[in-house]
């Protein structure tokens, strides 16, 4: 279904609140006032995405159903427990806000992930998909940059930009972390946190590779590698995994892009190798942490191996049931049982929807992850945009991947990566059903302006 028309002059106007939303949440260690900028961020993004679905509507796609059907359950769940029980009573006692305003941001983080979605989907929908995509690109180099930057300012005292917001701890910002060598955060407040935005311009970046994006390219994987997430590399590995079973044969253009990637992370690895060795304290190297703290993983078959095994024996304990006791209720009952004086995070969206919204929630969560990924691979055919769908695709499964051990709220770059996915799994389908005298990689004259309208 085609939606209406945009005057150039608005679609323009949505693309820079898009790009600048994109931009300060990237800057999470920063506020503005007291108000952290990616929460201002996330108010552009649900603002703007708010604007458009009452002024110029366009249909979410099939892809963003299984999340909308969560999010409905989550409703239902949370404000029949939150009635039948009061939770407000577990609020930890150094919480950073009371309960209805804690609860209202854990509903902003759903608000923002739809509010990102739709954005990307109407401006990919008005023919702005290429631009968007450089953006991105751009945004993750810049950043990138800053990385780096604040990165060698640690190690030899040169400026670097105050840090205006509390860390995830709710005490001053750490910059000295656990592993033995100097990890860098730019200017996230975590190095995981850092390292996982990063996820979406590396891999997006790919569509294009050696031109002019090979710079951001390279500046975002050695991020990515100076932060010393194992998560992320995890998830990244599963990313380059999954491009290459499903796209990697199909393109040359595609394997060249995967193989840029191993290469600039092999070199990254080498290089950081002998940076960490000579700036580490105790004079641990890169590989000899990842091995430290990749052992216990494997030793233990999963994540009761990592430093979330408190999570994960708390878990156990529980009996979720089929519906759970409600998103953000869950994460306050279980500070109060191992004695937090903060609120607990369960640091998985999967645990989390298990948690508090029961099986129920869990097989929904479950479905709305790989729904995208099913009708994507099913899509598939020939070599037309294989590129721009790797691309996409394994920007998302990095996301879902991330999902499993680190973060367990729904964040803007997850939704722009299903965006994508699902736009170019739209061309996918509209390709198929061309004629056999349109020429290979394009689109009859009809269809593609239903793509760009």
């Not at 990165?151 to 656990?178: H, N």
């Not at 996982?196 to 951001?216: D, Q, V």
């Not at 009761?304 to 006791?325: C, D, F, T, V």
Request: aromatic share 12%; with cysteine.
């Amino acid at each position: 279904m085609k939606g209406p028309s945009a005057s150039p002059a608005l679609v323009g106007k949505v693309f820079r609140v898009f790009v600048a939303a994109y931009f300060l949440h990237g800057l999470q260690a920063y506020n503005l006032g007291p108000i952290p900028l990616d929460w201002i961020s996330q108010v552009l993004l649900i603002g703007t995405a708010g604007y458009l679905a009452f002024k110029r509507p366009v249909p979410l796609p099939p892809d963003f159903i299984g999340f909308k059907v969560f999010f409905a359950w989550v409703l239902v769940v949370t404000v029949v427990a939150s009635g039948l029980f009061d939770y407000s009573t577990y609020v930890p006692p150094n919480a950073a806000n009371p309960y209805l305003i804690y609860m209202a941001l854990r509903l902003n983080f759903f608000l923002a992930f739809f509010g990102a979605g739709y954005t990307v989907w109407w401006l990919c929908r008005q023919g702005l998909e290429e631009r968007i995509t450089r953006a991105i690109v751009l945004v993750g180099g810049f950043l990138a940059l800053a990385v780096l930057y604040i990165f060698v300012a640690q190690l030899t005292g040169l400026p670097e930009p105050p840090r205006t917001r509390l860390g995830t701890s709710g005490f001053e910002q750490a910059t000295e972390f656990s592993g033995g060598i100097v990890r860098a955060l730019g200017t996230f407040r975590e190095p995981s946190h850092m390292a996982s935005w990063m996820m979406l311009p590396l891999l997006i970046s790919l569509r294009k590779p050696f031109r002019l994006a090979g710079i951001p390219t390279a500046m975002m994987a050695l991020s990515i590698l100076l932060s010393a997430s194992l998560s992320s590399f995890i998830a990244l590995t599963a990313a380059l995994t999954v491009g290459m079973l499903f796209f990697g044969w199909r393109s040359t253009r595609v394997m060249t892009s995967l193989a840029l990637a191993v290469l600039l992370l092999g070199g990254g690895v080498l290089v950081f190798d002998m940076v960490s060795l000579s700036a580490s304290k105790s004079k641990v190297s890169f590989t000899k942490m990842l091995q430290t703290r990749l052992e216990p993983l494997i030793a233990e078959k999963g994540l009761k191996g990592s430093n979330r095994i408190h999570i994960y024996r708390y878990a156990e304990q529980q009996k979720p049931g089929l519906a759970g006791i409600g998103w953000g209720n869950a994460n306050l009952v279980f500070a109060h049982g191992i004695g937090l004086d903060v609120v607990a995070t369960f640091s998985s969206l999967y645990l989390n929807a298990l948690m508090s919204t029961g099986f129920v929630g869990l097989g929904l969560i479950i479905l709305a992850v790989l729904w995208p990924i099913i009708r994507a691979i099913s899509a598939l055919r020939g070599r037309a945009g294989i590129a721009e769908m790797m691309a996409a695709m394994s920007a998302y499964v990095a996301w879902a991947t991330l999902y499993t051990g680190l973060f367990e709220e729904f964040y803007p770059s997850f939704a722009v990566a299903l965006a994508l996915l699902a736009f170019r799994t739209r061309l996918a389908l509209q390709a198929r059903a061309t004629k056999p005298s349109a020429a290979p990689g394009t689109l009859p004259p009809r269809l593609a302006g239903e793509a760009a309208g």
